[in-house]
């Protein structure tokens, strides 16, 4: 393993961070985690009845997305990024942050940014 000499894997301030704790952000208003808080009844996606409503569908799944997300993964020269990848969990934060930015146009336009 070689020493990384920028400082690790922490990702620069960024001015949107998915369900950061000190963000000041509402909590998401995905269903399966407001399900888990007994503040709805049906956990599942609001377009898929048989997949529950969580980050990695939205994300990654959601058909009702899909042009969106094709744009998303075009932007990032993506072809099958993970989790992670989108929420910025890359080991280079200059490409955290650029993640981010397109995650958050991603979710600006599909309307649900609100949501997460
Ligand atoms: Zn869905």
Redesign the pocket.
């Given at each position: 393993m070689t020493h990384d000499t920028t400082g690790g894997p922490t990702p620069p301030a960024v001015p949107w961070t998915p369900q950061s704790p000190d963000s000041g952000l509402a909590p998401p208003l995905l269903n399966a985690h407001l399900h888990k808080l007994g503040m709805t009844d049906d956990p599942h996606?609001p377009?898929?009845p048989t997949?529950l409503d969580t980050p990695e569908?939205l994300l990654l799944q959601?058909?009702?997305h899909h042009s969106h997300r094709t744009a998303l993964l075009q932007s990032l020269l993506l072809r099958r990024p993970t989790l992670a990848d989108l929420l910025g969990g890359s080991p280079d934060p200059g490409l955290a942050f650029k993640i981010l930015k397109h995650t958050r146009t991603f979710l600006q336009k599909s309307g649900q940014l609100h949501r997460i």
């Amino acid at each position: 393993m070689t020493h990384d000499t920028t400082g690790g894997p922490t990702p620069p301030a960024v001015p949107w961070t998915p369900q950061s704790p000190d963000s000041g952000l509402a909590p998401p208003l995905l269903n399966a985690h407001l399900h888990k808080l007994g503040m709805t009844d049906d956990p599942h996606c609001p377009w898929c009845p048989t997949y529950l409503d969580t980050p990695e569908h939205l994300l990654l799944q959601c058909p009702r997305h899909h042009s969106h997300r094709t744009a998303l993964l075009q932007s990032l020269l993506l072809r099958r990024p993970t989790l992670a990848d989108l929420l910025g969990g890359s080991p280079d934060p200059g490409l955290a942050f650029k993640i981010l930015k397109h995650t958050r146009t991603f979710l600006q336009k599909s309307g649900q940014l609100h949501r997460i």
